[in-house]
């Protein structure tokens, strides 16, 4: 029998998929009584959504008509994607699916009773149904991702900036939660680019931009607001927790080591933080950040200042 938290390697080829059944799918049957049945079922309901979250929601449902689970977990990490459905499990086994060399992601089904061979075969049988509709769905999140994200820096971009803005408000509003923003802006940028030219100013702010990244939760989103701007938006944190993120993040970036033509060059940045006050919206929030944007590059940058 296979241990039970062994790791599989499953490339779905073309001839893997025929000696599957995946060349003609009969008709759904309402209440699959076979493998075979199952398989033909699922293949078709995976195709009706691109998103990851449903797509393996039913996948995990599904799949224990016939093999009972208590826990599944996919994880994607090009995509930044990591899904759990049920409880934990004692026992687990784990899949890595490819296909033509192309990493999908891995499955981990987990269950407090050992996976029997017939059931791991079962398992890695029905594995076959997920990989077009995965394979769909990461590249449809990737074109999306795409679309909201500022190429040089990998920050999210002003498009998915003012759509995510006004959600995080909406939230805070609902569950009567702080929502805080850090405007920050690089201290005489312009002098990098005019100094040493535009390939090392765009070094510069690919380092800020994981500088900043690197101090921040998973929950908080940081996004290119301008040329040398950035906009972090800090969920469920209060003026007080935002001023320490804040200066937090001045020091990372002063502390950092940036080169130009092989010369040392010395980088800080300016912030400004607001926090949500009762009915605002999302201009006069964002307004506000930016006065006390102003006040601290007024004051001699390489400074925190908060809006009144």
Excluded: W
Aim: aromatic fraction near 6%; charged fraction near 25%; charge should be neutral.
């Amino acid at each position: 029998m296979k241990s039970p938290s062994q790791t599989h390697a499953i490339d779905f080829d073309s001839a893997k998929l025929q000696r599957l059944g995946f060349g003609q799918l009969p008709a759904l049957i309402e209440r699959p009584t076979s493998l075979a049945q199952l398989r033909q079922q699922m293949s078709l309901q995976l195709q009706t959504s691109l998103e990851p979250q449903r797509i393996l929601g039913l996948f995990f449902r599904e799949i224990q008509r016939l093999v009972p689970l208590d826990a599944l977990s996919y994880v994607h990490k090009a995509s930044d994607l990591r899904l759990e459905f049920g409880a934990r499990g004692h026992h687990s086994v784990s899949y890595t699916l490819s296909h033509e060399g192309e990493h999908m992601g891995e499955l981990i089904f987990r269950r407090n009773q050992r996976f029997n061979d017939k059931e791991q075969g079962e398992l890695e049988s029905l594995l076959s149904c997920l990989l077009y509709p995965m394979r769909n769905a990461l590249l449809y999140r990737a074109a999306t991702q795409s679309a909201l994200r500022d190429p040089l820096t990998g920050a999210g971009n002003r498009v998915a900036m003012e759509q995510t803005l006004q959600r995080e408000i909406d939230m805070s509003r609902r569950h009567a939660q702080p929502l805080s923003v850090l405007m920050l802006d690089i201290d005489h940028f312009k002098r990098v680019n005019d100094d040493h030219g535009h390939s090392a100013g765009d070094e510069v702010l690919r380092a800020i931009a994981a500088s900043i990244k690197a101090q921040l939760r998973n929950v908080d989103m940081v996004f290119r607001y301008g040329g040398e701007e950035f906009l972090i938006l800090l969920s469920n944190t209060g003026r007080e927790a935002a001023a320490m993120v804040g200066e937090r993040l001045r020091q990372a970036t002063q502390s950092e080591e940036y080169f130009a033509d092989g010369q040392l060059i010395e980088i800080t940045v300016s912030l400004g933080c607001s926090t949500l006050l009762p009915g605002e919206s999302a201009d006069s929030l964002l307004r506000r950040a930016d006065s006390a944007l102003y006040v601290a590059k007024r004051e001699g940058r390489n400074r925190l200042a908060m809006a009144g």
